[in-house]
């Protein structure tokens, strides 16, 4: 087994003893960070979105922050000010929540374009700008945000740009019978998620060990087969009579991060087709805009970038 899949192991074992279930989730989720990328996590509440986040960044002994986006919440309360010192007679930074490794993002679309506006620069150049100063975010940095797809009121829309910063988006699903009743057997025996330090959760890596294994994830070979298989799922976005705007070369790139990613967690040190077809959904159904007629029909972007998928022939 790779380091990478014996890694990815420990962190799901430490991980389910918190969070009962969402395997599949757990796993995009470590083919986010294994690419240094960032994860919009959708659901409605009370699937364990933030509990999930919060296990994960203890497995990885990293600085961890939570911000609650609201209607009032400023720019400064996110990167944070510069405040005057009497004592120093002097302008000293008060650094703002955004300065952590992990930072959770939570209800990211109950705050107004101005404020998510602050993330935009973090996200993509990993450093922000108070006063005209910039400074340099903490290595990794990694954003989980969340967000809510059934209430509307009091909520503003994520621009394309804002969401085209998340390398994924991820759908949080109900747990299956078995894995509620699980959850409902620990609450009983006296689990609370607000007490995450009573399960033990152990950290498996740190930092300077994270940021290793993303280099040891972007070395994963992937030859040309698999780069013109990229750019046919890609390509076939821009010219589907069901969609209205289609990809970005950026998800050419995020496929080929994540597909990747995801062969180093299988155990593998090369790309295969199956990996490709694994992430393409998640990391596509953010980027592409289907036309509002195909809407109405009950259609919906994962069927249609599911119908992409089926009709390119898969290299052998």
């Given at each position: 087994m790779s380091r990478i899949a014996q890694v990815a192991e420990s962190i799901r074992t430490e991980v389910r003893k918190a969070v009962v279930g969402q395997d599949k989730l757990v796993d995009q989720v470590l083919v986010t960070l294994?690419?240094?990328g960032h994860v919009l996590l959708e659901g409605v509440p009370g699937v364990a979105k933030t509990l999930l986040v919060r296990a994960i960044a203890q497995t990885l002994g990293l600085q961890y922050s939570r911000i609650?986006?609201?209607p009032d919440l400023m720019p400064s309360d996110v990167v944070g000010t510069n405040v005057f010192d009497a004592r120093k007679v002097d302008f000293t930074l008060r650094t703002g929540p955004i300065f952590a490794n992990v930072l959770l993002a939570d209800e990211i679309n109950?705050?107004?374009p101005k404020t998510q506006s602050a993330l935009l620069e973090a996200m993509e150049e990993r450093q922000c700008t108070i006063d005209g100063e910039r400074h340099a975010l903490p290595a990794p940095f990694l954003v989980f945000a969340t967000r809510n797809p059934i209430e509307y009121e009091g909520t503003y829309p994520l621009p394309e740009a804002q969401q085209d910063r998340f390398l994924m988006k991820v759908l949080v699903g109900y747990p299956s019978r078995e894995e509620e009743i699980e959850v409902i057997r620990r609450f009983h025996s006296g689990f609370r998620s607000q007490d995450l330090g009573a399960v033990g959760i152990q950290t498996v890596t740190?930092?300077?060990?994270?940021?290793?294994?993303?280099?040891?994830?972007a070395r994963i070979q992937m030859d040309d087969r698999m780069f013109n298989y990229v750019y046919g799922?890609?390509?076939s976005t821009r010219d589907n009579h069901e969609?209205?705007?289609?990809?970005s070369p950026r998800a050419s790139l995020s496929l080929v991060a994540c597909s990747k990613a995801l062969a180093g967690i299988r155990g593998r040190d090369f790309v295969i087709p199956d990996d490709i077809k694994e992430v393409a959904i998640p990391i596509l159904r953010h980027r592409v805009l289907i036309r509002a007629d195909v809407d109405t029909q009950g259609i919906t972007v994962d069927d249609v970038i599911q119908d992409i998928l089926d009709?390119?022939?898969?290299p052998r």
């Amino acid at each position: 087994m790779s380091r990478i899949a014996q890694v990815a192991e420990s962190i799901r074992t430490e991980v389910r003893k918190a969070v009962v279930g969402q395997d599949k989730l757990v796993d995009q989720v470590l083919v986010t960070l294994l690419a240094n990328g960032h994860v919009l996590l959708e659901g409605v509440p009370g699937v364990a979105k933030t509990l999930l986040v919060r296990a994960i960044a203890q497995t990885l002994g990293l600085q961890y922050s939570r911000i609650q986006f609201t209607p009032d919440l400023m720019p400064s309360d996110v990167v944070g000010t510069n405040v005057f010192d009497a004592r120093k007679v002097d302008f000293t930074l008060r650094t703002g929540p955004i300065f952590a490794n992990v930072l959770l993002a939570d209800e990211i679309n109950r705050t107004p374009p101005k404020t998510q506006s602050a993330l935009l620069e973090a996200m993509e150049e990993r450093q922000c700008t108070i006063d005209g100063e910039r400074h340099a975010l903490p290595a990794p940095f990694l954003v989980f945000a969340t967000r809510n797809p059934i209430e509307y009121e009091g909520t503003y829309p994520l621009p394309e740009a804002q969401q085209d910063r998340f390398l994924m988006k991820v759908l949080v699903g109900y747990p299956s019978r078995e894995e509620e009743i699980e959850v409902i057997r620990r609450f009983h025996s006296g689990f609370r998620s607000q007490d995450l330090g009573a399960v033990g959760i152990q950290t498996v890596t740190n930092a300077e060990q994270l940021i290793e294994l993303q280099a040891e994830a972007a070395r994963i070979q992937m030859d040309d087969r698999m780069f013109n298989y990229v750019y046919g799922i890609v390509a076939s976005t821009r010219d589907n009579h069901e969609i209205q705007i289609g990809a970005s070369p950026r998800a050419s790139l995020s496929l080929v991060a994540c597909s990747k990613a995801l062969a180093g967690i299988r155990g593998r040190d090369f790309v295969i087709p199956d990996d490709i077809k694994e992430v393409a959904i998640p990391i596509l159904r953010h980027r592409v805009l289907i036309r509002a007629d195909v809407d109405t029909q009950g259609i919906t972007v994962d069927d249609v970038i599911q119908d992409i998928l089926d009709a390119q022939e898969v290299p052998r």
